[in-house]
């Protein structure tokens, strides 16, 4: 929503409107009320009237000026690169998400990134299953990292081998 915000109100274009962020951002934001941790509706109604208190589009061209000494006098060499608009505003409008944002995590980060956690291993664990089933054998290492590689990124740095041990747990049929 910040950069959404950033390119309504300093361009050079935005993708959507303030307006019609919640259509926009439709996919994640119902992810988000799946996993129990909804925005709050009411972000997105002061969302629209925070849009009309921007300013109006004001033309903005990014130029540059250079003059030269020659024997026959000055001359000036001017370049203007690229055309953009610009909203007064976006202070508000960020103030207001950065509020929305907060409360958000205050009330459902720590829930949100537990169920991201286990929903990636419990996803790698699944896959290991799959392989399993179809192979008859664990996977090799290299098999291993084609759909295990993700969640280790994300999760335990880089390291296969923490979520190998989510592995050998779920092949024996342990309990994390």
């Known amino acids: 929503m910040g950069l959404t915000a950033w390119f309504v ?66 001359v000036a060499f001017t370049s203007s690169m690229g055309r953009r608009t610009r909203r007064k505003g976006f202070e508000g409008v960020r103030d207001l998400i950065t509020r929305y944002r907060r409360a958000w995590a205050d009330q459902h980060l720590e829930a949100y990134l537990q169920h991201r956690w286990r929903s990636e291993l419990e996803n790698v664990a699944h896959q290991l299953h799959r392989h399993v089933a179809a192979k008859g054998k664990p996977p090799t290492l290299i098999q291993f990292s084609r759909f295990a590689t993700e969640a ?25």
């Open 9 to 74: 109100c300093e361009g050079p274009y935005s993708r959507t409107t303030l307006g019609r962020a919640d259509r926009y951002y439709s996919k994640p934001l119902a992810a988000l009320r799946a996993a129990g941790c909804p925005v709050d509706t009411t972000f997105f109604r002061e969302l629209r009237a925070a849009e009309q208190m921007l300013g109006p589009e004001e033309d903005v061209t990014d130029s540059t000026s250079n003059t030269v000494e020659t024997p026959y006098g000055q």
């Open 152 to 176: 280790a990124n994300h999760w335990t740095g880089g390291g296969l081998g923490r979520v190998r041990n989510v592995r050998e747990a779920r092949v024996v049929g342990r309990r994390l």
